[in-house]
């Protein structure tokens, strides 16, 4: 299939790669970030996407989401797919999918989960929102990047299922942090934290899969200093998305609300910008490079 591929960062450019590994055509653009081997390198992302029958999209934020397809739903033939894989605000989903509509192109929001580890094993989950049909083009995509595709409904639903994800996950990577600095000061040795945390009723993705403790656990970004990963500022957008769809709809979320504002400070007023988001631990911990 012939792909475009927009925002080739720490998840955009594995997943372009292992399109490309799969014999798909991509050619891809990003403002900044260099292209993975095997993805030919397009001068714009309007040239990106001119042939495309599935333009992928991998950015940042709403913001510059619809900036980039205000840009490219124009250039992209008739009838082809904005498969939307970044992570935003459910709003500006369902906006982007009513202007892709407007102009006769089909539109996917679908958001993932499985970090950088999952992009470069093409394990991703993805969560869908939009029509079968659409999902029905771009599932051969899907399929490559990813190990699990959940339909999840309507435009928007899938960002709805993400920011309800990553409100769990902000949530335990704080507790697992707060509980490791907690178990250092009662003397607990890390390793055996880990080794009954993580088989006992406290345990979560955060623990078992993400330790945030380094030498513990399974490798993750605690390993390599810190560095993301999954950014710090990543997960304070996304826990202040969260926190605006529940604003939005009434919904009631204490616990969302405490890890945003813990994230807020630490991205904010401490030195938590462009470190991983589980490196609230040597926060709480106290203890600088631990
Ligand atoms: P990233 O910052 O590494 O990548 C984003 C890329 O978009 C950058 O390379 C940037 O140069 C590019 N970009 C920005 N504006 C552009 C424009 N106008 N045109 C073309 N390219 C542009 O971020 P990431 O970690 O790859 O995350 C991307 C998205 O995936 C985010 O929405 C994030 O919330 C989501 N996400 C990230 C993870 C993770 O573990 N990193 C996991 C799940 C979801």
Redesign the pocket.
């Known amino acids: 299939m012939k792909v475009a591929f927009?925002?080739?960062?720490?998840?955009?450019a594995p997943m372009a790669r292992n399109l490309a590994d799969a014999g798909h055509e991509v050619t891809g653009?990003?403002?900044?970030?260099p292209m993975p081997d095997g993805v030919l390198v397009a001068a714009s992302?309007t040239d990106a996407v001119k042939d495309a029958e599935v333009a992928v999209t991998?950015?940042?934020?709403g913001e510059?989401l619809r900036?980039?397809v205000a840009e490219i739903l124009p250039a992209m033939a008739p009838g082809a797919v904005l498969l939307d894989?970044?992570?935003?605000d459910v709003d500006s989903a369902r906006a982007v999918a009513r202007e892709a509509a407007a102009q006769g192109r089909r539109f996917l929001d679908a958001?993932?989960?499985?970090?950088?580890g999952g992009a470069d094993a093409g394990t991703l989950t993805f969560m869908v929102g939009g029509a079968e049909d659409a999902l029905a083009t771009a599932r051969p995509l899907l399929e490559v990047m990813g190990a699990r595709i959940v339909h999840c409904g309507e435009a928007g639903a899938g960002q709805a299922a993400k920011i309800c994800n990553n409100m769990i996950l902000g949530a335990t990577m704080v507790a697992t942090c707060e509980a490791f600095a907690l178990a250092d000061r009662l003397g607990l040795d890390r390793q055996a934290m880990f080794d009954v945390v993580s088989t006992s009723s406290g345990q979560s993705w955060s623990m078992n899969t993400y330790c945030p403790a380094p030498g513990v656990g399974p490798t993750s970004p605690a390993d390599n200093d810190y560095r993301?990963?999954?950014?710090a500022e990543?997960m304070l957008?996304?826990l202040g998305l969260a926190a605006q769809a529940a604003e939005a709809v009434g919904a009631t979320t204490p616990m969302g609300a405490a890890a945003l504002a813990e994230y807020r400070t630490f991205v904010e007023q401490e030195d938590g910008k462009g470190r991983d988001f589980s490196a609230m631990l040597p926060r709480f911990a106290g203890k600088p490079g631990d």
């Open positions: 927009i925002g080739t960062g720490n998840m955009g653009f990003d403002t900044q970030a992302a991998m950015l940042p934020n510059i900036a980039v894989c970044s992570t935003v958001p993932v989960s499985g970090g950088v993301p990963g999954f950014a990543l957008k996304d």
